[in-house]
């Protein structure tokens, strides 16, 4: 009896201290880590399990609208001709193996790139395509990202670059951060 009474204990002990993956506290943030798939020269497809940040799911363009403000929500904001006037500025999606530049006033106007590599850290991520490399590096917690590239031009029709980039959800918290009342 003594025995079966130490093992229930052992089994529950072992039981209580297992959780799922799929459990959060409120308000944690999601990190999922995207899992890439690229071939290698002449090998065989492999996954690289690498942290693309949850945030580079959905970025928008920002620019600098008061170079002198030390508030990164008044320094950084929408920039109004490429967002309200033009409409030839691009948004950034980086999923699990697309990266997607779609143009701001079009979701249907898109240009996906699906072969490139992945690498970097928490804050700098370095995708990397047979033509160009992007270096996206978060600059401010706000998150602010600035956006380099090096290497062959990137030229699309209707899709203009930005330096500077924000989650679609932190886009409300910027002093400028819509069209306002603009009938362009």
């Not at 002449?42 to 620019?63: C, Y």
């Amino acid at each position: 009896m003594y025995k079966k009474i130490m093992i229930f204990w052992f089994a529950l002990a072992i039981l209580s201290s297992c959780t799922t993956g799929s459990e959060k506290k409120a308000g944690q943030a999601d990190t999922t880590a995207n899992v890439v798939e690229h071939s290698t020269e002449g090998g065989p497809e492999i996954a690289e399990h690498v942290i693309v940040p949850a945030d580079l799911l959905a970025l928008v363009p920002l620019t600098v609208v008061d170079s002198t403000s030390d508030n990164v929500f008044e320094k950084y904001g929408i920039e109004f001709s490429g967002n309200c006037y033009a409409c030839d500025l691009a948004g950034l999606s980086v999923a699990t193996n697309k990266m997607i530049w779609t143009n701001v006033c079009d979701d249907k106007d898109r240009l996906v790139v699906d072969d490139f590599t992945v690498s970097g850290d928490m804050e700098k991520t370095i995708l990397k395509t047979a033509e160009r490399t992007y270096i996206l590096t978060q600059i401010d917690e706000a998150p602010v990202y600035e956006l380099r590239i090096e290497g062959a031009p990137l030229e699309m029709n209707n899709k203009r670059i930005a330096t500077y980039y924000t989650t679609k959800d932190a886009l409300e918290l910027f002093k400028e951060h819509d069209c306002g009342e603009f009938d362009g």
